[in-house]
C-alpha cells in the first residue's frame, strides 16, 4: 500500500502549508496540460491528487494517519481507537465475563452448545464478527464481480474572483450536474476528484472516478501571489516625487494607500490582510508601483528635470 507523504515527499510531521506547498510543486510538474505526450506524467498527477485530497483535508487526513482509511480514501475495518484485534485500546478484551465450560458432549469446543463467545468476549461481539465477515464478503464481491471503469479527466475555467473568495461550480460530469465547491486559495491546476463519477464499469464494477483541473481565468487588475495578490499601480512623476494618497481596488472594496516620497518604479507596497483568506490563513494584497511619464508635452517639467542633474547608478558591470 502507497504512502501519501512518499508521493507528496514530505514527513508525517509536516504542517497543512507544507503539505500544500508540495502539492502546487508537483502539480505544476506533472500538469496533463504541460506533459501532452507522456502518459507517465498523467499517471503521477492523478496520484499526487488522490494524496493531496486526503492530506490536503483536515478530517481525512487525521483519519488515514489514524489507520482508519487506507490511500484510496477507504474505511479499513472498525476504525480508530481499535488495536489490530479489534478492541479498543487499553480495554480488557475479556471484561467482566467469565469463561463458559464447553459441553463434554464435543471433541469440538466450537461446536454448537459448545464453546459460547458471548459469556468469553461480551455480548456484542458476534454481531461485530458478522458485520466485518460481511463487509469482507461485499469487498470480494466487488473485487471479483466486475473491473472498475476507467478514470477520466476534465479541465473547467473559473475566475479569479471566485478563486479568491471561494465559490460553488455546477458542473456536468458525464450528464449529471454536480456541484463541485472551489475553496479559497485554489491554485492553478489543482485537481479535486469525484469518487464515482468517471466511466462506468464494462462489466458490473465500480465507476471510476473524475478528476477536476482547475484553470483560472485571468483578472484585469489582479494577480494571485500564493495567499497574496498583486496590483500593479501606475502613479505620475509628481505622485512619485512628493508622494500622495491614491484609492486603490482590493477584494472587499476600494481602500486609501499612502505612497511614500521619491518612491521608484518596482517599489512594492503591502496592504494587510487584504488578500485572500483560506481556512487558516490571510494574504494580503501587494502593490507594486509603476511611475507612468506624461503623455504631452510639458516644458516646466522639461526645464525642472534638465536642471536636476540627479543620475541614478547604473551598476551593470
Do not use: W
Request: include cysteine.
Amino acid at each position: 500500500m502507497k504512502n501519501l507523504y512518499d508521493v507528496l515527499g514530505v514527513a508525517k510531521s509536516a504542517s497543512d502549508a507544507e503539505v500544500k506547498s508540495a502539492y502546487r510543486k508537483l502539480a505544476r510538474k506533472y500538469h496533463p496540460d504541460l506533459n501532452k505526450d507522456d502518459k507517465n506524467a498523467a499517471e503521477k498527477f492523478k496520484e499526487i491528487s488522490c494524496a493531496y485530497d486526503i492530506l490536503g483535508d483536515k478530517e481525512k487526513r487525521k483519519k488515514y494517519d489514524n489507520g482508519e482509511i487506507d490511500s484510496d480514501g477507504k474505511p479499513t475495518g472498525f476504525g480508530a481507537g481499535f488495536g489490530a484485534s479489534g478492541f479498543k485500546q487499553g480495554e480488557n478484551p475479556f471484561g467482566g465475563a467469565t469463561y463458559r465450560t464447553y459441553s463434554n458432549a464435543s471433541s469440538n469446543p466450537f461446536s454448537d452448545g459448545g464453546f459460547d463467545f458471548s459469556s468469553f468476549f461480551g455480548d456484542d461481539i458476534m454481531s461485530a464478527f458478522k458485520s466485518s465477515a460481511g463487509a469482507k464478503a461485499k469487498a470480494r464481491s466487488n473485487h471479483f464481480g466486475g473491473t472498475k471503469g476507467l478514470d477520466q479527466t476534465m479541465t473547467i475555467d473559473v475566475d479569479f474572483l471566485d478563486v479568491a473568495k471561494g465559490a460553488t461550480k455546477v458542473i456536468n460530469a458525464n450528464g449529471k450536474r454536480v456541484s463541485l465547491k472551489i475553496p479559497a486559495g485554489t491554485v492553478e491546476g489543482q485537481s479535486f476528484r469525484l469518487k464515482g463519477m468517471g466511466e462506468a464499469s464494462i462489466d458490473g464494477g465500480e465507476n471510476g472516478d473524475l478528476f477536476v483541473n482547475v484553470h483560472i481565468l485571468p483578472h484585469r487588475y489582479f494577480k494571485i501571489d500564493g495567499l497574496n495578490i498583486v496590483l500593479e499601480l501606475p502613479i505620475s512623476m509628481k505622485e512619485a516625487v512628493l508622494g500622495a494618497k491614491v484609492m486603490v481596488p482590493t477584494l472587499s472594496g476600494a481602500v486609501k494607500l499612502t505612497i511614500p516620497p521619491y518612491s521608484s518604479s518596482g517599489e512594492k507596497l503591502r496592504i494587510k490582510g487584504k488578500g485572500i483568506k483560506s481556512a487558516s490563513n490571510l494574504g494580503d494584497e501587494i502593490v507594486v508601483l509603476k511611475i507612468v511619464a506624461p503623455k504631452r508635452k510639458n516644458k516646466v517639467l522639461e526645464q525642472v528635470l534638465s536642471e536636476m542633474g540627479d543620475t541614478p547608478d547604473r551598476m551593470f558591470s
